[in-house]
């Protein structure tokens, strides 16, 4: 089956500084890949996802580059804020079946 | 449109007792999902529906674990008996799919359970 590996699993930045999260990921097959945005006690939230036949997408601060040949894939945060901080999880679909990262803590410093 | 709805949002037990938890996904997605998120983790896949279907349980712990979803809509996920490593958010989603392929998937709030 699919095996998702993300790092780092801990992230400190300066309010203003850009955060980066790489995840990797096996299986050729997966084709879809959100990426989930998890505040303490509540439900993950789909903040980004890009699908195999794009290379990039870009929505305000967030983004997200997809390498097929290499099998990864990253989140991009600009003009980090205090609100950004959580964890975050990487996800890869085959198109039904969802194999998620072990997450990433993001702590955005004031 | 109204989201996935999880009850109970919390449930304490002792260990060897049963518990259930209940679970409604959006309106019209046919595909739902129960993930046990243990803290710290991500979500691990226990079950995964296709209307009344399974599609993949793989991962469930067939010896104290079951789901159902009779009407292909609401689902029920059981422990019985509970074991003090069951302690975890057990989180429901659902899907659809989406135009050129690949499912986005919503997530519940999800049921905290502690087993004593």
């Known amino acids: 089956g699919e095996n998702v590996e993300q790092h780092p699993s801990t992230l400190s930045v300066q309010e203003g500084d850009s955060a980066v999260i790489k995840c990797t990921y096996s299986d050729s097959a997966s084709n879809y890949f959100p990426w989930y945005k998890q505040e303490l006690g509540k439900r993950p939230q789909l903040i980004i996802d890009?699908?195999?036949?794009?290379g990039e997408k870009k929505d305000q601060r967030i983004a997200v580059t997809l390498n097929k040949t290499a099998k990864h894939f990253s989140l991009h945060i600009t003009e980090t804020q205090p609100e950004d901080s959580a964890v975050y999880f990487c996800?890869?679909?085959?198109?039904?079946?969802?194999?998620f990262g072990t997450g990433t803590s993001l702590t955005v410093i004031p | 449109e109204a989201g996935v709805a999880q009850s109970p949002r919390y449930k304490i037990i002792e260990k060897r007792q049963s518990v259930a938890f209940w679970c409604n996904p959006i309106?019209?997605?046919?595909?739902l999902y129960w993930y046990q998120q243990i803290l710290g983790q991500g979500p691990k896949l226990l079950i995964q529906?296709?209307?009344?279907?399974?599609?993949?349980d793989s991962q469930l712990p067939k010896d104290r674990f079951s789901a159902e979803r009779l009407k292909g809509v609401d689902s029920t996920l059981k422990i019985q008996p509970a074991k003090l490593e069951d302690s975890a958010v057990y989180l429901c989603?659902?899907?659809?799919?989406?135009?050129?392929?690949?499912?986005?998937?919503?997530f519940g709030p999800g049921t905290r359970l502690t087993v004593l």
């Open positions: 529906f296709q209307n009344n279907g399974v599609v993949d």
């Open positions: 890009i699908r195999s036949n794009v």
């Open positions: 309106s019209g997605h046919a595909t």
């Open positions: 996800a890869a679909s085959t198109g039904n079946q969802f194999y």
């Open positions: 989603a659902s899907s659809s799919r989406l135009a050129g392929g690949g499912n986005e998937q919503f």
